[in-house]
T-cell receptor
Framework: NAGVMQNPRHLVRRRGQEARLRCSPM?????VYWYRQLPEEGLKFMVY????????ESGMPKERFSAEFPKEGPSILRIQQVVRGDSAAYFC??????????????FGDGTRLSIL | AQTVTQSQPEMSVQEAETVTLSCTYD???????LFWYKQPPSRQMILVIR????KQQNATENRFSVNFQKAAKSFSLKISDSQLGDAAMYFC??????????WGAGTKLIIKP
């Protein structure tokens, strides 16, 4: 029973390049959440997706960041023209239903993005 | 807006002793959920314990228990019989009917052998 799978585990990019982070939710989970963790801080909500739908992207920066969760395949968090400030750990979580309280989100191991 | 505050950046405890990690939160909601997550050096985010606000009884999971004081908006985590494997960052998190988890800044727990 595989958990939430994120890859790559570590990603190094130079300023101006694109970063693609992948997340495969747990089997049977159709709700995906992306969080960002800056050094010495807790996680910050970025976006909530269901299959083929963005439900809430209120935590996403307005520019350069986008997310998708296609009908087939993993959810993708895409960062264009990366800058040093994008260096962080990016976590994906999934749940079978939307209500978090009764169905806690299950987290992946995160992708650590480093910008040179 | 809801906030979660962890006032202890770092705590240390002797192995086999008991330690309490503090968490306070601010909300105007009456129905919500609170969580403690553990993040070891491997960076996995592991759910330790959760509490429903409508339940007066404090949640317990083996050596982990909470002291939930709704009126004071306090949600502390007690770890009994501390073990070396408990060393990690501990995060307090909150959510109401909205799905977003609001996180504290974390407390680093050091276990002294």
């Amino acid at each position: 029973n595989a958990g939430v799978m994120q890859n790559p585990r570590h990603l190094v990019r130079r300023r101006g390049q694109e970063a693609r982070l992948r997340c495969s939710p747990m089997k049977g989970h159709s709700h995906v959440y992306w969080y960002r963790q800056l050094p010495e801080e807790g996680l910050k909500f970025m976006v909530y997706l269901q299959k083929e739908n963005i439900i809430d992207e209120s935590g996403m920066p307005k520019e350069r960041f986008s997310a998708e969760f296609p009908k087939e395949g993993p959810s993708i968090l895409r960062i264009q023209q990366v800058v040093r400030g994008d260096s962080a750990a990016y976590f994906c979580a999934s749940s079978p239903v939307m209500v978090v309280g009764n169905q806690p989100q299950h987290f992946g191991d995160g992708t650590r993005l480093s910008i040179l | 807006a809801q906030t979660v505050t962890q006032s202890q950046p770092e705590m240390s405890v002797q192995e086999a002793e008991t330690v309490t990690l503090s968490c306070t939160y601010d909300t105007s909601e009456s129905d919500y959920y609170l969580f403690w997550y553990k993040q070891p050096p491997s960076r996995q985010m592991i759910l330790v314990i959760r509490q429903e606000a409508y339940k007066q009884q404090n949640a317990t999971e083996n050596r982990f228990s909470v002291n939930f004081q709704k009126a004071a908006k306090s949600f502390s985590l007690k770890i009994s019989d501390s073990q070396l494997g408990d060393a990690a960052m501990y995060f307090c998190a909150y959510t109401d009917s909205n799905y977003q988890l609001i996180w504290g800044a974390g407390t680093k727990l050091i276990i002294k052998p």
